[in-house]
């Protein structure tokens, strides 16, 4: 018999999404469900296209595309010559990884914690021209941002010319100090490329700031874009370097100057609604109405802290209030709409870190500041690994009799539940979760 957990007016912000009701939904981080308002923006700009196609591949798309550029650029501290437009950051990355300069005896360095399809995509590339991948292995818990600078640049030889590095980390959702680790590289004269999929969105990500050569993002994580919305960062030194998967026209359908991003815009007939929807989802933080929002975020079991915030738990500050383009700016009085769901997120995870915590027994394997919209958390020691490409028992478990949808993972030789949270989800959800996780062990212990 399979339970739901019953999602009624507790949480208005569900209704911006369209999520199958009697779900709930804890695994943003993998698959981030499109808001409505952004998809009724994909779907106006694949209406347009198809009202007159000529017109718009012709004339229309090139501006569209340098707006929408420019848009992003804005959010993300850079310029709009600096970017492409990518289906996601795999893609970017295979673009990084087929264009830079590596030769025999050369060395990458990418961590343990890197996501397993970069550390397969830097494995290929070195092996096809006999260089290296180096993997040093981080922390086991994450305490003091100078021991996680030093884990990485440990790693680094004099024959190193490349560090792969994520902004948060996909198995252990930890957020990494990228910043000081481009500074340490630059020091040592080693280029940097950030996988960053987790981070739009969900933390302050200022790209020219940050001192990357490249940088890989996904939209339809937590800026809850359309899939198929990512974008490559590509500094200008390295722009006359990088060459495009597919090869086709390379040169402006419209007849205006050549760019070098014309190599990557026209790869075959495609439909642009996705990376073109981008400002929508920007536009959706920036707009985001009044609702009950947590503001309060502890290590607090869910049933301490009430659903609009009313605890005493000490206010959890959100990340650097730095310039971060026209959505984190607001005339109404208001905080800032991306400001709001970075408060609302974190402590959600909080409350969930506490209340799995409490499950489990276990320990959580870095401390708040180590973590924004989602975290990883420990299973007890005697849960099983499951063959690769298994979902765990656990996993098929929640989602079966719970219908809870949240991936179950494996770092370091252990099971970790991974919870990510938007603005859809609620207290009342954390708990049935943790409710629904002890049953499920009690069941495994007793079987």
Same mark, same amino acid.
């Given at each position: 018999?399979?339970?739901?957990?019953?999602?009624?007016?507790?949480?208005?912000?569900?209704?911006?999404?369209?999520?199958?009701?009697?779900?709930?939904?804890?695994?943003?981080?993998?698959?981030?469900?499109?808001?409505?308002?952004?998809?009724?923006?994909?779907?106006?700009?694949?209406?347009?296209?198809?009202?007159?196609?000529?017109?718009?591949?012709?004339?229309?798309?090139?501006?569209?595309?340098?707006?929408?550029?420019?848009?992003?650029?804005?959010?993300?501290?850079?310029?709009?010559?600096?970017?492409?437009?990518?289906?996601?950051?795999?893609?970017?990355?295979?673009?990084?990884?087929?264009?830079?300069?590596?030769?025999?005896?050369?060395?990458?360095?990418?961590?343990?914690?890197?996501?397993?399809?970069?550390?397969?995509?830097?494995?290929?590339?070195?092996?096809?021209?006999?260089?290296?991948?180096?993997?040093?292995?981080?922390?086991?818990?994450?305490?003091?941002?100078?021991?996680?600078?030093?884990?990485?640049?440990?790693?680094?030889?004099?024959?190193?010319?490349?560090?792969?590095?994520?902004?948060?980390?996909?198995?252990?959702?930890?957020?990494?100090?990228?910043?000081?680790?481009?500074?340490?590289? /630059? $020091?040592? +004269?080693?280029?940097?490329?950030?996988?960053?999929? !987790?981070? &739009?969105? =969900?933390?302050?990500?200022?790209?020219?700031?940050?001192?990357?050569?490249?940088?890989?993002?996904?939209?339809?994580?937590?800026?809850?874009?359309?899939?198929?919305?990512?974008?490559?960062?590509?500094?200008?030194?390295?722009?006359?370097?990088?060459?495009?998967?597919?090869?086709?026209?390379?040169?402006?359908?419209?007849?205006?100057?050549?760019?070098?991003?014309?190599?990557?815009?026209?790869?075959?007939?495609?439909?642009?609604?996705?990376?073109?929807?981008?400002?929508?989802?920007?536009?959706?933080?920036?707009?985001?109405?009044?609702?009950?929002?947590?503001?309060?975020?502890?290590?607090?079991?869910?049933?301490?802290?009430?659903?609009?915030?009313?605890?005493?738990?000490?206010?959890?500050?959100?990340?650097?209030?730095?310039?971060?383009?026209?959505?984190?700016?607001?005339?109404?009085? /208001? $905080?800032? +709409?991306?400001?709001?769901?970075?408060?609302?997120? !974190?402590? &959600?995870? =909080?409350?969930?870190?506490?209340?799995?915590?409490?499950?489990?027994?276990?320990?959580?394997?870095?401390?708040?500041?180590?973590?924004?919209?989602?975290?990883?958390?420990?299973?007890?020691?005697?849960?099983?690994?499951?063959?690769?490409?298994?979902?765990?028992?656990?996993?098929?478990?929640?989602?079966?009799?719970?219908?809870?949808?949240?991936?179950?993972?494996?770092?370091?030789?252990?099971?970790?539940?991974?919870?990510?949270?938007?603005?859809?989800?609620?207290?009342?959800?954390?708990?049935?979760?943790?409710?629904?996780?002890?049953?499920?062990?009690?069941?495994?212990?007793?079987?």
């Amino acid at each position: 018999m399979t339970a739901t957990h019953q999602h009624s007016a507790a949480n208005a912000w569900r209704d911006l999404w369209s999520i199958r009701p009697g779900v709930t939904y804890l695994n943003h981080g993998s698959f981030g469900p499109t808001s409505r308002a952004v998809s009724a923006a994909r779907n106006e700009w694949s209406a347009r296209l198809e009202s007159e196609p000529m017109d718009f591949y012709v004339r229309q798309l090139e501006g569209h595309l340098d707006a929408a550029r420019s848009r992003v650029a804005d959010v993300f501290g850079t310029r709009g010559d600096r970017l492409l437009f990518v289906d996601n950051a795999t893609y970017g990355m295979n673009i990084v990884a087929n264009s830079f300069p590596l030769s025999a005896g050369d060395e990458v360095l990418a961590t343990n914690q890197e996501y397993g399809a970069v550390l397969r995509i830097w494995r290929e590339r070195c092996k096809a021209v006999g260089a290296q991948l180096v993997v040093p292995k981080l922390p086991e818990t994450f305490r003091d941002r100078d021991e996680v600078v030093a884990a990485v640049m440990g790693g680094v030889t004099d024959r190193t010319r490349l560090i792969v590095i994520s902004h948060i980390t996909s198995p252990t959702a930890l957020i990494l100090p990228v910043a000081e680790i481009c500074a340490r590289a /630059r $020091e040592r +004269g080693v280029r940097v490329c950030i996988d960053g999929p !987790h981070a &739009l969105a =969900a933390v302050p990500v200022r790209l020219d700031d940050l001192g990357c050569d490249f940088y890989c993002a996904s939209g339809h994580k937590w800026l809850t874009a359309p899939l198929g919305s990512g974008f490559l960062y590509v500094h200008s030194r390295w722009q006359q370097v990088v060459r495009p998967l597919v090869v086709s026209w390379g040169n402006s359908l419209s007849g205006r100057p050549h760019s070098w991003q014309d190599e990557f815009v026209w790869s075959g007939t495609r439909d642009a609604a996705a990376v073109l929807s981008t400002p929508a989802a920007i536009d959706f933080f920036a707009n985001l109405p009044e609702m009950p929002l947590l503001t309060n975020a502890a290590s607090h079991s869910p049933t301490s802290m009430a659903t609009t915030a009313t605890s005493n738990a000490e206010p959890r500050r959100s990340p650097a209030r730095v310039d971060e383009g026209d959505w984190s700016k607001t005339t109404t009085g /208001r $905080e800032p +709409g991306i400001h709001r769901f970075r408060t609302h997120s !974190h402590c &959600l995870v =909080a409350a969930a870190r506490s209340a799995v915590a409490a499950v489990t027994e276990t320990e959580p394997i870095g401390t708040p500041e180590w973590y924004g919209t989602m975290a990883s958390l420990p299973l007890p020691d005697w849960v099983s690994e499951t063959p690769h490409g298994h979902m765990h028992p656990i996993q098929a478990a929640l989602w079966e009799q719970y219908r809870i949808e949240i991936p179950v993972t494996s770092w370091n030789g252990r099971r970790h539940l991974r919870v990510s949270c938007h603005l859809y989800n609620t207290l009342a959800e954390i708990e049935y979760l943790a409710d629904a996780l002890r049953a499920i062990l009690r069941a495994r212990i007793g079987a």
